[in-house]
């Protein structure tokens, strides 16, 4: 069978090609996951097909009901975007740790999510601030929240045919806000030992009303951490609820040993970096309840 | 395996070359279009040797393919002097000796214009951040970064 690259110019277009091709088809964003596979011949596709050329995949739009950002939009594009990064500031500092500046040119939300490594810097920042993937594929299009599409290493729930075309992003309720950490031994190019991400609404009196805390690079998947939000709704993030978040953090990991962080240690950055990125979540709602800029 | 035709700008002028479908936009502008400036130190993404500049972009041409080039407008190392006349940020490479064998040298250069055209005004911080992803084993970095400096200060019209 010959090699063949493809660049559907419409969704329908793109959805026929996944669904009638035979041999392996890998999609391809920004290529920066999907590119080293393919040189070390980890993954040996028949087909790649290039998702930048359907319209809306690259950018992102701020509407009245919050904000669509394009599956394929790179790092560097989601950067620049002030009001994206003033709402939904985890998220924008989770994918600009995404690799080099040269990484940054390309990668992109969906290829970060849907390479589906457990250490992936966008996705508990994604799946704190609620975000959906808009999934398209033989039978229409469906909304899934982000934590449903990895599975494992290597797998997400995405069916034959299917795609990511969009996140969606909730317009923030007031005095709203998110932080991502990450772990890595050097301080630029690096891999996730442990990342976390924490995203909080607090009330007028400055109390946590919601919260949600994901963690990275401690399991098979990133996990949605119920406990540890419900372990500082209600509160102030004083020093009791920030102890119970780190124990509920520290409870849920799972986590491999390698030489780049033991299970103890990973199970004990998650605590840390968990309460570290709730104080800056909630710092971060209370400058925008000060109307102050971030 | 059949070849596709691909239409593209590079350094200004237009540009076809034939690309096998999975081939790197590294290695058809190697091997097809003869600009052997850009070079393979990882293909992986790692080193930054293969760094162009695509619409403007600073991008590994190891993880792009060379289809993907389609209509896009691409600056190589080839482009980035006027000429005989080297630009700046050459120029301060020379003066500075910040390279040793020099593998490195055009993905910095090519690394560095992009920051300077973007952010004229760089701290020594933010030019080591957006260099970090150009690995050289030979310099220690530091020329490079007070190259890059004295470059960005002369191109600003300061004297450093
Ligand atoms: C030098 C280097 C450093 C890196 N550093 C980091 C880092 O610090 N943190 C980190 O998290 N990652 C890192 N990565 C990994 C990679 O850059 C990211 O995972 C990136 O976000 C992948 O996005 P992409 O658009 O390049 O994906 P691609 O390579 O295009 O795709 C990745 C996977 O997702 C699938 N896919 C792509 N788009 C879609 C879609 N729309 N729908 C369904 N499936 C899709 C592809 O088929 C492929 O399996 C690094 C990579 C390199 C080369
Ligand atoms: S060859 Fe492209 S980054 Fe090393
Ligand atoms: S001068 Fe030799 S690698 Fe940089």
Not at chain 1, 50 to 68: H, M, N, Q, R, S
Not at chain 1, 109 to 136: E, Q, R
Not at chain 2, 59 to 83: F, Y
Not at chain 2, 101 to 125: F, M, Q, S, W
Request: aromatic share 4%.
């Amino acid at each position: 069978m010959s090699l063949s690259y493809a660049s559907p110019t419409t969704v329908n277009e793109a959805v026929a090609l996944l669904t009638g091709a035979t041999g392996l088809t890998k999609i391809l964003s920004g290529g920066t996951d999907l590119l080293v596979q393919l040189r070390s011949g980890r993954v040996k596709p028949d087909i790649i097909m290039d998702t930048k050329k359907i319209p809306g995949i690259l950018g992102i739009i701020e509407t009245e009901a919050g904000f669509v950002i394009g599956a394929a939009t790179p790092g560097a594009v989601i950067g620049e975007h002030a009001g994206l990064a003033a709402a939904y500031p985890g998220i924008v500092e989770a994918a600009n740790l995404i690799g080099s500046t040269q990484v940054q040119g390309r990668a992109s939300l969906a290829g970060n999510l849907c390479n589906a490594s457990p250490a992936a810097d966008s996705v508990p920042a994604m799946i704190t601030a609620g975000a959906i993937a808009i999934v398209v594929g033989p039978n229409g299009q469906r909304a899934v929240p982000v934590e449903q599409i990895v599975i494992g290493p290597g797998r997400t729930s995405l069916a034959r045919g299917e795609f990511i075309l969009e996140f969606k992003l909730p317009k923030p309720a007031a005095r709203s806000s998110g932080a991502y950490l990450r772990f890595i031994p050097r301080t630029e190019m690096d891999i996730a030992v442990v990342g976390a991400a924490v995203n909080v609404t607090l009330d007028a009196a400055g109390v946590i009303t919601h919260a949600r805390v994901s963690l990275g690079a401690v399991a098979p998947t990133q996990l949605l951490v119920v406990d540890g939000a419900n372990a500082i709704i209600g509160s102030k993030l004083d020093d009791a609820a920030l102890a119970k978040l780190d124990a509920a953090a520290r409870a849920v990991c799972n986590p491999i040993d390698d030489k780049r962080g033991t299970i103890d240690f990973r199970i004990k950055v998650a605590g840390v970096l968990a309460r570290r990125a709730a104080a800056i979540a909630v710092q971060r709602a209370l400058g925008q309840a000060a109307g102050t800029k971030h | 395996m059949s070849k596709q035709h691909v239409t593209t700008t590079i350094n200004g002028e237009p540009a076809e070359f034939l690309a096998e479908p999975f081939m790197s936009l590294l290695d058809a502008l190697r091997d097809e279009m003869h600009l052997t400036g850009s070079k393979e130190g990882c293909g992986s993404g790692d080193c930054g040797a293969c760094s162009i500049i695509v619409d403007g972009r600073l991008v590994c041409s190891c993880l792009m393919l060379a289809v993907e080039a389609e209509g896009h407008e691409i600056i190589t190392i080839e482009g980035v002097a006027n000429g005989d006349e080297l630009h700046p940020v050459q120029r301060k490479f020379l003066e500075h000796a910040a390279l040793q064998c020099g593998y490195c040298t055009p993905g910095l250069i090519v690394a560095t214009k992009a920051l300077l055209d973007r952010h004229p005004n760089p701290t020594e911080t933010e030019a080591r951040y957006w260099l970090a992803g150009n690995l050289c084993r030979c310099t220690g970095y530091d020329k490079i970064i007070r190259a890059v400096m004295d470059a960005a200060a002369e191109m600003r019209g300061v004297t450093a």
